[in-house]
């Protein structure tokens, strides 16, 4: 089976748009929410634990990857220690990955010994016939669950380059 170019892809999205547009104005009832996966419901995060789902696009955040490899580590190099992996589902986006963080006590405290308040983790994502991006330094707030997203490169349009492409979230924040 050929694979779809992102030309067909993005036709086959707006006609399937089109068909539900015309579908939902044509309802005299109200429109009922669908089911809601348990995979797509937010976990519960204790004290010391944090969220992240990372969305995974292609060409401006435009369309979704499917099947995308999505490793969250510690670390670089040589010393990287992964957490979890995921594959992202037809809608690119991953499960919720729970994180160990420092307590929320620690981010209501001006002085914690120089400590952030919250924990940085690395995001690797890899997906057959696109760039690997890595998203360094995500920080992960104890009971919060966080969004990243991820817009991956084709092959074709890096030029055949296929060194990862490298996204240093550093950040300092003023809590």
Known sequence: MREKTPQEYANELMKMYRENTQAITELKRPVELPFIASNQIPPTLDDGTGGVQVNVTTIGRLYPVKDALVTVFLGSGNTRTVVETDVTDDSGKSKIFKLATPPRAESQ???????????????????????????????????????????????????????????????????
């Open 109 to 175: 405290q001006s002085e914690n010994g120089g400590e952030l308040p919250y924990a940085n983790y690395n995001i690797s994502v890899k997906s057959d016939g696109y760039v690997e991006k890595i998203a360094m330094n995500v920080p992960v707030f104890s009971g919060v669950i966080s969004v990243q997203g991820i817009d991956l490169l084709p092959i074709t349009a890096a030029g055949g380059h296929t060194a990862p492409q490298i996204i240093d979230e550093t950040n300092k924040y003023n809590l």
